[in-house]
């Protein structure tokens, strides 16, 4: 059977372009039945209790507009599957960036501390967890329900022991200081329209900040000296105009080997800087 050709026409009413369609379907074809997109284009066939479960989450897809992550419970970051709920934000590729410019920082077995802020899923502390295998990690975020999250992620990737999960409003409940300090605030200015299914289904907390979206990198970059050791690293994703605004912040402050990392796409993603 033509599956592909059969799922696309559930599409028929949406605006998404060919290559995002393409790409839901062989999400959903491969987290529930381990098929990839080649098994398929070779002829695998899909049971049919899986292809009606799979057709009904596509139709709930195309009928809510609620992303395919929140109906699947599931989304991708780093090549490894993530559990997520509606409190958390859907990992994004462009937060591997942050991942890497973290990684590159220190020797792989050095013995260091490292405070994830707003950690959601807990994708970046997981995967800095996995990294550093000397590191003792903090993750942070406000809301329990992503930390529950965030814990049952950390257990099945086996880290839960490295991680210790905090609920703080930034640094409210934070008591040590780090080596690194990560963080993927909520960035987008309120002022700012974004995508219908974002703003309709992904929590509000973890995407929109004041002050043009700059209130979280000023209160981290200032706040931050008091948490940071010899020589740290602070390192932010920022929105795509908001890079230059970031390394402002930061040299106003003292920090030193102030550097941006760009995405795919060519924007600067990361914002990192030392602290002596
Ligand atoms: N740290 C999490 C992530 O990168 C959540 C970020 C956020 O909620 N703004 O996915």
Do not use: W
């Not at 379907?25 to 098929?35: A, R, S, Y």
């Not at 000397?134 to 880290?159: G, L, P, S």
């Not at 839960?160 to 690194?180: A, G, M, R, T, Y």
């Amino acid at each position: 059977m033509n599956y592909k050709q059969k799922y696309k026409n559930l599409y028929q009413a949406t605006s998404l372009s060919d290559y995002d369609i393409s790409s839901e379907i062989d999400f959903v074809i491969e987290m529930l039945t381990g098929l990839s997109s080649t098994d398929i284009l070779l002829g695998k066939e899909i049971s049919s209790a899986d292809d009606i479960k799979i057709s009904e989450i596509l139709k709930e897809r195309v009928s809510t507009n609620r992303p395919l992550q929140q109906i699947l419970g599931k989304a991708y970051f780093a090549g490894n599957i993530y559990s997520v709920n509606k409190y958390t934000l859907i990992p994004r590729p462009e937060t591997e960036f942050l991942v890497e410019k973290c990684k590159q920082e220190f020797p792989k077995d050095k013995i260091i501390k490292i405070l994830d802020i707003g950690t959601g899923s807990g994708c970046i502390a997981i995967e800095l967890a996995k990294y550093y295998t000397n590191a003792k990690v903090t993750a942070v975020d406000i809301c329990q329900e992503a930390v529950d999250k965030a814990i049952e992620n950390a257990r099945n990737f086996c880290v839960l022991p490295k991680i210790n999960f905090l609920i703080s409003n930034v640094f409210s409940n934070v008591q040590e200081s780090f080596d690194i300090i990560v963080s993927n605030p909520p960035y987008i200015p309120f002022s700012t329209k974004i995508q219908n299914d974002v703003y309709d289904y992904e929590p509000h907390t973890a995407l929109f900040a004041e002050d043009e979206g700059l209130f979280f990198y000023k209160k981290i970059i200032t706040e931050g000296k008091n948490f940071l050791n010899k020589n740290s690293l602070l390192a932010f994703e920022v929105g795509f105009n908001q890079g230059h605004d970031v390394a402002e912040i930061f040299k106003q402050n003292g920090y030193v080997n102030i550097l941006f990392t760009q995405d795919c796409d060519s924007i600067n993603r990361v914002v990192s800087a030392n602290y002596l």
